[in-house]
Protein backbone atom coordinates (compact mmCIF):
# COMPACT_ATOMS: atom_id res chain seq x y z
CA UNK A 1 0.00 0.00 0.00
CA UNK A 2 1.31 3.44 -0.92
CA UNK A 3 0.84 6.61 0.69
CA UNK A 4 -2.60 7.15 3.74
CA UNK A 5 -3.87 10.14 5.27
CA UNK A 6 -5.02 8.84 9.44
CA UNK A 7 -8.68 11.24 9.57
CA UNK A 8 -9.79 12.41 12.35
CA UNK A 9 -13.03 14.37 13.64
CA UNK A 10 -12.74 17.44 16.36
CA UNK A 11 -15.38 19.05 18.57
CA UNK A 12 -15.01 22.68 19.17
CA UNK A 13 -17.91 23.09 21.69
CA UNK A 14 -18.85 26.50 22.77
CA UNK A 15 -20.86 28.14 24.94
CA UNK A 16 -20.59 31.59 24.65
CA UNK A 17 -16.75 32.49 25.03
CA UNK A 18 -15.83 29.25 26.84
CA UNK A 19 -14.50 26.29 25.04
CA UNK A 20 -15.04 22.77 25.72
CA UNK A 21 -11.21 21.27 26.24
CA UNK A 22 -10.24 17.62 28.69
CA UNK A 23 -6.77 16.57 29.30
CA UNK A 24 -5.49 13.40 28.05
CA UNK A 25 -4.13 10.95 30.76
CA UNK A 26 -2.61 7.29 30.36
CA UNK A 27 -3.18 7.32 26.66
CA UNK A 28 0.51 7.46 25.25
CA UNK A 29 0.42 10.50 23.04
CA UNK A 30 0.43 13.98 24.79
CA UNK A 31 -0.90 13.31 28.48
CA UNK A 32 -1.25 15.87 30.35
CA UNK A 33 -1.73 18.12 27.46
CA UNK A 34 -5.58 19.77 26.91
CA UNK A 35 -7.17 18.27 22.96
CA UNK A 36 -10.91 18.89 22.18
CA UNK A 37 -13.35 15.52 21.90
CA UNK A 38 -12.25 14.12 19.61
CA UNK A 39 -10.85 10.55 17.90
CA UNK A 40 -10.07 8.75 15.07
CA UNK A 41 -12.24 7.66 12.09
CA UNK A 42 -13.42 4.35 12.06
CA UNK A 43 -12.94 1.89 9.25
CA UNK A 44 -16.68 2.64 7.12
CA UNK A 45 -17.21 5.16 9.15
CA UNK A 46 -17.49 8.97 8.02
CA UNK A 47 -15.95 11.81 9.48
CA UNK A 48 -19.31 13.42 10.91
CA UNK A 49 -20.17 9.37 12.41
CA UNK A 50 -16.66 9.56 13.89
CA UNK A 51 -17.74 13.36 15.90
CA UNK A 52 -21.25 12.08 16.67
CA UNK A 53 -20.04 8.59 18.29
CA UNK A 54 -16.69 10.40 20.00
CA UNK A 55 -18.91 13.05 21.57
CA UNK A 56 -21.22 10.35 23.20
CA UNK A 57 -18.09 7.95 24.36
CA UNK A 58 -15.89 10.69 25.80
CA UNK A 59 -18.55 13.24 27.00
CA UNK A 60 -21.90 11.46 27.34
CA UNK A 61 -23.24 14.14 24.66
CA UNK A 62 -25.69 13.21 22.19
CA UNK A 63 -25.31 15.51 19.01
CA UNK A 64 -27.43 15.48 16.06
CA UNK A 65 -26.35 15.04 12.38
CA UNK A 66 -28.06 18.24 11.31
CA UNK A 67 -26.79 20.58 13.81
CA UNK A 68 -22.81 20.04 13.14
CA UNK A 69 -21.08 22.41 10.75
CA UNK A 70 -17.27 21.65 9.35
CA UNK A 71 -15.81 24.92 10.43
CA UNK A 72 -11.91 23.91 9.51
CA UNK A 73 -10.03 20.86 7.88
CA UNK A 74 -6.08 20.29 8.92
CA UNK A 75 -3.61 18.88 7.33
CA UNK A 76 -0.94 17.59 9.45
CA UNK A 77 2.06 16.00 9.60
CA UNK A 78 1.96 14.49 13.28
CA UNK A 79 5.48 15.29 15.87
CA UNK A 80 4.95 12.04 17.00
CA UNK A 81 5.32 9.56 14.31
CA UNK A 82 5.52 11.62 10.85
CA UNK A 83 2.27 10.10 10.19
CA UNK A 84 -0.09 12.28 7.75
CA UNK A 85 -3.53 13.29 9.04
CA UNK A 86 -6.35 14.97 7.95
CA UNK A 87 -8.41 16.51 10.81
CA UNK A 88 -11.93 17.79 10.30
CA UNK A 89 -13.20 20.44 13.25
CA UNK A 90 -16.73 21.04 13.62
CA UNK A 91 -18.55 23.16 15.85
CA UNK A 92 -22.08 22.25 16.62
CA UNK A 93 -25.45 24.81 16.99
CA UNK A 94 -26.84 22.36 20.05
CA UNK A 95 -26.48 19.63 21.80
CA UNK A 96 -28.06 18.09 24.75
CA UNK A 97 -26.91 17.48 28.07
CA UNK A 98 -24.16 18.41 30.09
CA UNK A 99 -20.45 17.38 29.16
CA UNK A 100 -19.10 14.49 31.36
CA UNK A 101 -15.70 12.57 31.43
CA UNK A 102 -16.96 9.62 30.53
CA UNK A 103 -13.71 8.05 29.82
CA UNK A 104 -11.81 9.06 33.19
CA UNK A 105 -9.27 6.24 32.55
CA UNK A 106 -7.99 8.51 29.57
CA UNK A 107 -8.79 11.79 30.37
CA UNK A 108 -8.08 13.26 33.60
CA UNK A 109 -10.20 16.76 33.09
CA UNK A 110 -12.91 18.09 31.35
CA UNK A 111 -13.57 21.48 31.61
CA UNK A 112 -14.41 25.17 29.85
CA UNK A 113 -11.90 27.44 29.12
CA UNK A 114 -12.18 31.10 28.75
CA UNK A 115 -11.07 31.01 24.30
CA UNK A 116 -9.05 34.35 25.08
CA UNK A 117 -7.05 32.74 27.89
CA UNK A 118 -6.76 28.54 26.66
CA UNK A 119 -4.05 26.77 29.23
CA UNK A 120 -0.67 26.87 28.33
CA UNK A 121 -0.36 22.88 28.50
CA UNK A 122 -2.82 22.51 25.06
CA UNK A 123 -1.57 20.70 22.13
CA UNK A 124 -0.10 23.22 19.75
CA UNK A 125 -2.23 22.33 16.56
CA UNK A 126 -5.24 22.17 18.47
CA UNK A 127 -4.46 25.90 19.62
CA UNK A 128 -3.58 26.92 16.01
CA UNK A 129 -6.93 25.30 14.85
CA UNK A 130 -8.91 27.18 17.43
CA UNK A 131 -6.95 30.66 16.33
CA UNK A 132 -7.64 29.55 12.62
CA UNK A 133 -11.57 28.95 13.08
CA UNK A 134 -11.46 32.02 15.60
CA UNK A 135 -10.22 33.89 12.46
CA UNK A 136 -12.56 32.66 9.78
CA UNK A 137 -9.48 30.57 8.45
CA UNK A 138 -11.37 27.42 6.64
CA UNK A 139 -8.23 25.29 5.56
CA UNK A 140 -4.24 24.83 7.44
CA UNK A 141 -1.63 22.62 7.15
CA UNK A 142 0.95 21.90 10.56
CA UNK A 143 4.04 19.97 10.98
CA UNK A 144 5.32 20.53 7.03
CA UNK A 145 8.63 21.02 6.40
CA UNK A 146 8.80 24.07 4.30
Known amino acids: M ?3 NIPASYLVLMRGNKI ?3 RRF ?5 DGQYSLVAGHVDEGETFTDA ?3 EAREESG ?3 SRDKVKVVHIMHRRSDFDGSQRVDVFYSVDDFDGEPKNVESH ?3 DLSWF ?3 QLPENIIPYI ?3 ISNIQNGIFYSEHGWKK
Not at 26 to 30: I, P, Q
Open 106 to 108: KCD
Open 26 to 30: NTGYK
Open 127 to 129: RDA
Open 51 to 53: LIR
Open 20 to 22: LLL
Open 61 to 63: LEI
Open 2 to 4: GHQ
Open 114 to 116: DIG
